[in-house]
């Protein structure tokens, strides 16, 4: 028996099947004073991120019992750092803090990873009836339709979506340039919109996380974008957070202009 039978189209229905399941559980919670936690950090916990973590294990872990299982609810040191073969990497709630607020800019993240790579995405909005979805070797859909990024704008200011300490820190030369939207708060979410043209790009904080882009990261490539480093290097999974520094997410033809924001960050 092959390891791994599953064509990535398979997978493909198991993670929007997974996802749209575990959105449905969250949104029992929503707007109705869950309880919370802190992790490291001051990070939020609800119990609807752990209720929605719970059925994506069961969903996804009961339909392929040989894949590794990364999620940002379980503990540390039993995350699968392994990536030689399929893993699914999950975040049952991207943007807990929004969730909290009663915002709808919240989502539930799944990938497949094959030897540290995406190759099956899907980022679900349950509150907006989004899903966005993807596969190594399909077209990026937002709900069954293709997507894709914008064109580059020309001269016209970049539609940008920023976190606030990222916006404070823009060059003086460059703020002739961006149009600053509000930010986004989950980052998956804010990649698929980048994904779908509706935003131009973003720019990403530091020590990001393998289960808030590993979905949208895959979802943006198959749209026509890039995810990348402001030296033109990818993600790469499967290594301490730490590693990472600002991160730019756009349209191949605005990468360049988007790296030259983010190197030229003001101090």
């Not at 943007?95 to 915002?103: D, I, N, P, Q």
């Not at 800019?105 to 899903?131: D, N």
């Not at 300490?165 to 989950?186: C, F, G, K, M, N």
């Amino acid at each position: 028996m092959k390891e791994f039978a599953a064509s990535l189209d398979d997978d493909l229905v198991l993670l929007r099947d997974a996802a749209r399941r575990a959105g449905e559980i969250a949104l029992g919670y929503f707007r109705k004073d869950p309880q919370v936690w802190y992790k490291h950090g001051n990070s939020p916990v609800s119990e609807a991120d752990y209720a929605a973590d719970r059925c994506l294990k069961e969903i996804l872990g009961g339909a392929r019992p040989g894949y590794g299982w990364v999620s940002e609810e379980m503990p540390a040191e039993e995350r699968e750092a392994e990536l030689r073969h399929r893993v699914f990497v999950v975040d049952p709630i991207d943007g807990t803090r929004a969730f909290l607020r009663g915002e709808e800019f919240w989502c539930v993240s799944v990938a497949v990873l094959e030897r540290g790579v995406p190759v099956a995405g899907v980022v679900y909005v349950p509150s907006r009836g989004e899903t966005f979805e993807a596969t190594a070797t399909g077209p990026a859909l937002l709900n069954g339709k293709p997507c894709s990024v914008s064109g580059a704008p020309g001269n016209t200011p970049i539609r940008l979506s920023l976190p606030d300490s990222i916006l404070r820190r823009i060059a003086a030369a460059d703020r002739s340039v961006v149009d600053a939207l509000p930010v986004i708060p989950s980052l998956a979410y804010r990649l698929a919109l980048v994904a779908s043209g509706r935003l131009d790009g973003t720019l990403i904080r530091p020590r990001a996380n393998d289960w808030d882009v590993a979905a949208a990261d895959l979802i943006l490539e198959r749209a026509g974008g890039l995810f990348e480093d402001v030296d033109g290097r990818r993600w790469r999974y499967g290594e301490d957070p730490s590693v990472h520094g600002v991160m730019v997410a756009g349209a191949l033809g605005l990468s360049p202009r988007l790296r030259d924001i983010a190197r030229n960050l003001a101090a």
